[in-house]
Nanobody
C-alpha cells in the first residue's frame, strides 16, 4: 500500500513557473513507477510525466504537450517526486495528481488527492 500527498499547486500567470511535490509513504516506494497526471474541467485525466523506479533505472516519459517545459524528478531517499513546471500556459490548468504503480503493472493503483494548478492568461 502506498499513500501519496501532493503539495505546491496554486495560481500563476501564463509564462510563470510552479513546482509540485509529492511525498509517498509505504513499503517499496523506491521500486515503484511514479507519475503526475492532470485533469482539466470536462476532460479526461491524462499522463503528464512518469519516472520509473530503481529496477527500471529512472526512465522518464513526458506528454508531448509538456516536453521541454516540465521536468519530473524523484528522490528515493526522501520518497518524493517533483514536477517543475515552466513556461506555463492557460491549457496547463487543471487538478494535478500524483500516482504510483508497481514497476511492471499496467495501471496506476495509488493516487493522491490532487492539487489545483490555475494558469491565468
Amino acid at each position: 500500500q502506498v499513500h501519496l500527498v501532493e503539495s505546491g499547486g496554486g495560481l500563476v500567470q501564463a509564462g510563470g513557473s510552479l513546482r509540485l511535490s509529492c511525498t509517498a509513504s509505504g513499503s517499496g516506494v523506491s521500486i515503484n513507477t511514479l507519475a503526475w497526471y492532470r485533469q482539466a474541467p470536462g476532460r479526461q485525466r491524462e499522463l503528464v510525466a512518469s519516472i520509473t523506479g530503481v529496477p527500471l533505472n529512472g526512465h522518464i516519459r513526458y506528454a508531448d504537450s509538456v516536453r521541454g517545459r516540465f521536468t519530473i524528478s524523484r528522490d528515493n531517499d526522501k520518497n518524493t517526486v517533483d514536477l517543475q513546471m515552466t513556461s506555463l500556459k492557460f491549457e496547463d490548468t487543471g487538478v494535478y495528481y500524483c500516482a504510483a504503480k508497481d514497476p511492471f503493472a499496467i495501471r496506476y493503483d495509488y493516487w493522491g488527492q490532487g492539487t489545483q494548478v490555475t494558469v491565468s492568461s
